[in-house]
């Protein structure tokens, strides 16, 4: 069982699946959307909040051969 919530860029929709983690209290750098580049929230008071992308849409790239 996790604390996982789920989280949905506001700017372009994408799908994220967020951690928080115990994390010292330093400065972390700045986190960005991986798809739109906006900002997302580092952190939730004394926890650093990690981000995974999550891809809805199956993809067709892998074409088997044989
Ligand atoms: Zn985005």
């Known amino acids: 069982m996790t604390d ?4 949905q ?3 372009c ?11 010292p209290p330093t400065p ?3 986190l960005a959307c991986v798809s739109c580049g906006g900002p997302l ?10 981000y995974f992308r999550i891809d ?3 993809r067709r790239a892998r074409v088997r051969k044989g």
């Not at 996982?4 to 989280?7: I, L, Q």
């Not at 929709?13 to 994390?23: I, K």
């Not at 929230?41 to 990690?50: F, I, N, T, V, Y």
């Open 41 to 50: 929230q580092s952190r939730d008071g004394e926890q650093a909040l990690k």
């Open 13 to 23: 929709d994408a799908q994220y699946r967020v951690v928080p983690v115990e994390a």
């Open 28 to 30: 972390d750098a700045p």
């Open 9 to 11: 860029c506001p700017n």
């Open 4 to 7: 996982a919530t789920r989280f």
């Open 56 to 58: 809805e849409k199956p």
